[in-house]
């Protein structure tokens, strides 16, 4: 019975599954003490920041994977200012946990390491994609339906943070576009 379980999930969920599959062998172990302080005062500093004018967070939306692994959030930071700034942290209410990720590719095997301090150079955005740049959103305070909205802050090395409303969409979903 467990077998054809399983074997239903795999279907239903397709790359979801091999996206849990291959976190899981990453070995990360986010229910360390360091990462739960880092995450407070992130959402500490976060909180008190000033909302920029010219730093945007935009085509939020999170690929919601079942427990016990994470999901992911992808969204687009736009910097139309004059100074390159680093996004350092995310945060929101509805995740007791966010870290910024980045997947790599070497010798034709995924890596995903948590990253701090990513730049956005003047005048200029990036993408947080899968495959790429992401935000592990982890600890839910409640499971968001897909379908629902979450809000999420993000903190820049300048002080200021840019806020966004980002969209839960299903496991299978590969881009925004997807439905």
């Given at each position: 019975?467990?077998?054809?379980?399983?074997?239903?999930?795999?279907?239903?969920?397709?790359?979801?599954?091999?996206?849990?599959?291959?976190?899981?062998?990453?070995?990360?172990?986010?229910?360390?003490?360091?990462?739960?302080?880092?995450?407070?005062?992130?959402?500490?500093?976060?909180?008190?920041?000033?909302?920029?004018?010219?730093?945007?967070?935009?085509?939020?939306?999170?690929?919601?994977?079942?427990?016990?692994?994470?999901?992911?959030?992808y969204f687009v930071?736009?910097?139309?200012?004059?100074?390159?700034?680093?996004?350092?942290?995310?945060?929101?209410?509805?995740?007791?946990?966010?870290?910024?990720?980045?997947?790599?590719?070497?010798?034709?095997?995924?890596?995903?390491?948590?990253?701090?301090?990513?730049?956005?150079?003047?005048?200029?955005?990036?993408?947080?994609?899968?495959?790429?740049?992401?935000?592990?959103?982890?600890?839910?305070?409640?499971?968001?339906?897909?379908?629902?909205?979450?809000?999420?802050?993000?903190?820049?090395?300048?002080?200021?943070?840019?806020?966004?409303?980002?969209?839960?969409?299903?496991p299978n979903t590969?881009?925004?576009?997807?439905?």
């Amino acid at each position: 019975m467990k077998k054809k379980i399983l074997a239903g999930f795999i279907v239903v969920f397709g790359s979801a599954a091999l996206w849990t599959q291959a976190y899981a062998q990453t070995g990360h172990d986010h229910g360390a003490a360091g990462h739960a302080n880092t995450a407070q005062t992130s959402a500490q500093a976060i909180s008190s920041a000033k909302l920029s004018t010219s730093l945007t967070v935009t085509g939020c939306w999170i690929r919601s994977i079942p427990a016990p692994a994470p999901s992911a959030g992808y969204f687009v930071v736009k910097n139309s200012g004059n100074n390159e700034v680093k996004l350092q942290a995310a945060s929101s209410p509805a995740y007791g946990m966010i870290m910024l990720h980045q997947t790599t590719q070497k010798d034709g095997m995924s890596k995903m390491s948590e990253t701090h301090d990513i730049a956005i150079a003047a005048g200029s955005q990036l993408e947080f994609k899968p495959g790429g740049y992401h935000a592990m959103l982890e600890k839910p305070v409640k499971v968001p339906t897909i379908g629902s909205h979450v809000n999420m802050d993000f903190l820049f090395d300048n002080g200021e943070k840019a806020s966004a409303q980002c969209e839960v969409k299903a496991p299978n979903t590969k881009t925004p576009m997807s439905h």
